[in-house]
Structures are given as C-alpha cells and as structure tokens.
C-alpha cells in the first residue's frame, strides 16, 4: 500500500510541472500571449522546456507588434514555412495627403507625432 502511494505521488510529482507545460503550449496556440506563470521543476529538461516556452512566448509577442494577430493566428495554424516573397494581386490603393501634416510634425516630438 505504501508504495502504491509512494508511486502515486511521484507519478504526481512529474506529471503535475508537465501538465502545467501543455496547458502554457496550449495557451500560445491560440495566441493569449499573457506572460506564462512561473514554476520550479526539479527537473532541468522541465524547467529548460519552460524556459524555451516564456522565449517563444515572447518572441510571437513582439511578432504581433508589427503584424496583425489575425495573419500570425494563419500563419502556424497552417504550418507553411515561411518564404520571402509575395503574392500577385489585383488591388485598389488610396493614397491620402493630410494637408499641412509635414509643417505640423517638424515641430513635434516623435512620441507627439505617434499619438
């Protein structure tokens, strides 16, 4: 009996920091990019695996800062490797002058611009 427990809880005590790991995979996959909670293993591999987790974590974060969420979500939902290029396509632009906007935003700071 006592080594069923014991195994019980060993069983547990690898499981749980495992479990934990699949749920952040499972969280980045839909793109909550919220920071992931930290954890100790006493496992390197765990605790390794975790740590490449919160990098690739923030790598998608800082990836959607300069492409929309919505492109990224299709992009490893499909799996494709990512290529330089481009595809053709007949497209309609509008290019639009705000007038007096070069004058105005000489005498501005950078972050009075951007706002």
């Not at 920091?17 to 969280?27: E, G, H």
């Amino acid at each position: 009996m006592f080594a069923v427990w014991g195994v019980a809880a060993l069983a547990g005590w690898i499981a749980v920091p495992i479990i934990r790991l699949r749920a952040m995979a499972d969280r980045v996959t839909e793109m909550n990019l919220s920071p992931i909670e930290a954890f100790q293993s006493p496992f390197d591999e765990i605790q390794s695996l975790r740590n490449s987790m919160e990098r690739m974590r923030g790598a998608l974060e800082t990836f959607v800062r300069y492409v929309p969420r919505e492109l990224v979500c299709d992009l490893i939902q499909s799996g494709e490797q990512l290529e330089v290029g481009g595809v053709k396509r007949e497209v309609t632009l509008l290019f639009k002058d705000v007038e007096g906007f070069t004058t105005l935003t000489e005498k501005m700071t950078p972050e009075e611009v951007m706002s």
